[in-house]
């Protein structure tokens, strides 16, 4: 009933392209993003040309994107773009140039407020895609949507057509759509509640100021202890000088010292303290500055309880490079690590600027520093501020790397170490006495013998 082509039946071959047509006709059937996620990262990591991130990157807004690598929030975006779309709120450049507070702006660019600049940015994004046109109704009210931070936005419409995002206008809808999101713009910065307290809270005076103590308490010269402990007000300094409160051993206990600090805790100088190493690994080329202060020596935990005291300090912090040509001989000796970096602490709050007007006004500055009873002597040079003499001698390399009231970080080029003072032995000068001659003094001693037989020396005086 069925022919066959070269030995195979008609109707097998029926069947064969039968099968072969629905498997075809079922394969582009099948949706292409059942799962709703994004595919512009590759199996690799890399993220697609055409992503939104590249878009963001390479669109007119570009102070958002600087503040987003400024933020170290690229690998992060890369993840969340990789598991689903997103939605970002792009701010106009001129809100954050010239309409943002240049307090809070400059707050935002310390590195010691790393955290906060993240959450600020990870507000105005919303891990799913909401277009123009998924803005909800006028009479249904605002729609809730989660950020990257945690926190939440919220979508209103209104009758006269205007879109807002908590209270700020959408003023560019869908202005750049890609497959894995879409960026709109917006009129101002919009800023979480965490943040603005963090900035409040920096910028309480209570926090970094000093308020000088009533009355004047008396010193035991025996003891070096309070008599009678005089009520100190919050945020007052210290009654006794640092060197007091320091451990009397290189870093081996701490000394207990009176100040505003104690069992009330005003000031808690272990979170700054650990605050600023992170700051110096999260800037870059510091690590082994903080590998002594952790882990090769107990300094870290020693400043923080001297400035949980009250007591405020400048860390000038030599970079990598610097702290490289330390030699091992330098380093084994005991103690010998926290003596160089003792002399690297002064025990006052300094900045770029007050360092460099100082040395401006008064030529050399000779700052004291933790490592009795050696001072660290500072100069400009060059437009900047250079630490000791000669080859030993360092330039303010990173100004103001962490500044909080409290502590001050100041880079460096180089590993500073007091000027040795050699005393100079004086020899005694050796006095060249001359012989005199003994010739005619024996002469006469020989003559006066000879008469002294005969009984007649007592005639001359010189025998006499």
């Known amino acids: 009933m069925y022919s066959s082509f070269y030995g195979v039946s008609s109707s097998k071959i029926f069947f064969f392209f039968f099968f072969f047509f629905f498997v075809s006709f079922s394969i582009a059937a099948l949706p292409q993003n059942p799962s709703g996620k994004s595919f512009s990262s590759s199996a690799s990591g890399q993220i697609n040309s055409n992503s939104v991130l590249v878009a963001l990157l390479d669109s007119h807004y570009t102070e958002l994107a600087e503040l987003v690598e400024k933020a170290l929030l690229l690998q992060t975006l890369e993840e969340t773009v990789g598991n689903h779309n997103i939605t970002i709120f792009a701010p106009r450049n001129e809100a954050l ?122 010193v035991d010269p025996r003891t070096n202890r309070l008599k009678k402990p005089a009520p100190v007000p919050v945020g007052a300094p210290p009654v006794l000088p640092i060197y007091d409160a320091m451990a009397p051993g290189p870093s081996l206990a701490p000394a207990p010292a009176p100040g505003p600090g104690g069992p009330h805790h005003h000031f808690d100088g272990e979170s700054q303290v650990k605050d600023f190493i992170q700051t110096l690994l999260h800037y870059g080329g510091y690590n082994e500055m903080a590998d002594i202060l952790v882990n090769l020596t107990s300094l870290a935990t020693e400043m923080g309880r001297l400035v949980s005291e009250g007591y405020v300090i400048t860390v000038l912090s030599p970079n990598d490079e610097a702290m490289a040509k330390l030699t091992t001989d330098q380093l084994s000796e005991p103690g010998a690590p926290e003596q160089i970096i003792y002399y690297h602490i002064i025990p006052e709050y300094q900045t770029e600027e007050s360092m460099y007007n100082a040395v401006r006004r008064f030529g050399k500055v000779r700052y004291d520093t933790l490592r009795l009873p050696h001072k660290v002597v500072a100069q400009e040079a060059d437009g900047s501020v250079k630490f000791g003499h000669g080859e030993g001698s360092a330039y303010l390399f990173d100004p103001d790397i962490y500044t909080d009231g409290r502590i001050s970080v100041q880079g460096i080029d180089g590993v500073l170490f007091p000027e040795e003072e050699t005393e100079i032995a004086k020899k005694p000068s050796v006095v060249k006495v001359a012989s005199k001659p003994r010739r005619g003094k024996l002469l006469l001693e020989v003559g006066c013998w000879m008469l002294g037989t005969l009984g007649q020396d007592s005639r001359f005086r010189s025998c006499q």
């Open 97 to 218: 140039e010239r309409q943002l507070d240049p307090e809070f702006k400059r707050f935002l660019l310390e590195p010691g407020n790393l955290k906060s600049l993240q959450s600020l940015l990870m507000f105005h994004i919303i891990p799913k895609r909401v277009g123009s046109h998924q803005w909800p109704d006028p009479k249904a009210g605002p729609v809730k949507h989660n950020t990257l931070c945690n926190d939440h936005l919220h979508l209103t419409s209104k009758p006269t057509g205007k879109k807002t995002v908590d209270s700020v206008e959408l003023i560019r809808p869908d202005d750049v759509i890609r497959p894995d999101g879409v960026i709109h713009g917006i009129q101002q910065l919009l800023v979480p509640r965490s943040v603005i307290e963090d900035f409040n809270k920096r910028r309480n005076l209570r926090s970094i100021s000093a308020v000088l103590p009533e009355g004047a308490p008396e």
